[in-house]
């Protein structure tokens, strides 16, 4: 079977770093990819990961290990506007997309 | 504007009635998708097009259709509608299918059937 599975809520200090983890297992594999949620509002796109290693983005960076089956993405210098739900999805061998229920990450002053 | 629009906002609906939830991208994406999305849950896809003229049975495609008459509009039907299909629902497009692509969101349509 195909599952994406990700913690449910975390919390964090604002200006800290945190780290959230999410482990795949789809039929085939093309790709990981990170979304942001807020609120309300429609998913927004962060980050793909193919290949193993760690991709930087500014204060956002997503490691993948396909080895493990495994991702994560880092948030540095927390801001209050990164309380959000953060979804990953896996990309299986039709290119369709397995999503997680989603992290939902609160950012505490 | 570029982007996805979905119509309406949201919506309360009686059980048994008939509801077209409407999408429009000006993207010229060739592929197109519809999801539900409820708590506790990953987005999951009903059904989606890879490019005009075709569509798709995905996860969970039970007491929903689609058409995709253009490259445009992808519209979701709902012929009788059901509480269980209570529900935020969110449509995508992405460049094209077949191929890895990032897929871009509507602002979704929040859904309540009575």
């Known amino acids: 079977g195909q599952n994406i599975d990700q913690p449910t809520e975390m919390t964090a200090t604002e200006g800290a770093i945190v780290q959230i983890n999410c482990t795949y297992q789809?039929?085939?594999?093309?790709?990981l990819f990170w979304y942001q949620q807020h609120a309300g509002e429609a998913p927004t796109f962060l980050s793909y990961n193919v290949l193993d290693g760690l991709e930087e983005k500014g204060r956002f960076s997503s490691f993948l290990s396909r080895s493990k089956g495994y991702s994560y993405l880092l948030l540095k210098e927390l801001q209050m506007k990164d309380s959000a739900s953060y979804l990953c999805?896996?990309?299986?061998?039709?290119?369709?997309?397995?999503w997680g229920a989603g992290t939902k990450l609160i950012i505490k002053p | 504007i570029a982007g996805i629009t979905q119509a309406p906002t949201s919506q309360i609906l009686a059980a048994g009635r008939r509801m077209t939830l409407r999408c429009t991208q000006d993207m010229r994406h060739n592929a197109m998708y519809w999801y539900r999305q409820d708590l506790g849950l990953g987005l999951r896809l009903i059904h989606y097009?890879?490019?005009?003229?075709?569509?798709g049975k995905g996860e969970v495609p039970d007491g929903y259709s689609v058409s995709r008459a253009n490259t445009d509009d992808f519209p979701l039907t709902l012929a009788s509608a059901v509480p269980s299909q209570t529900s935020v629902y969110f449509c995508?497009?992405?460049?094209?299918?077949?191929?890895?692509?990032?897929?871009?969101f509507g602002p979704g349509t929040r859904l309540t059937v009575l």
């Open positions: 999805a896996g990309s299986d061998s039709n290119y369709q997309l397995i």
């Open positions: 097009s890879n490019t005009a003229g075709t569509t």
């Open positions: 789809t039929s085939g594999f093309n790709g």
């Open positions: 995508a497009s992405s460049e094209s299918a077949g191929e890895v692509n990032t897929q871009y």
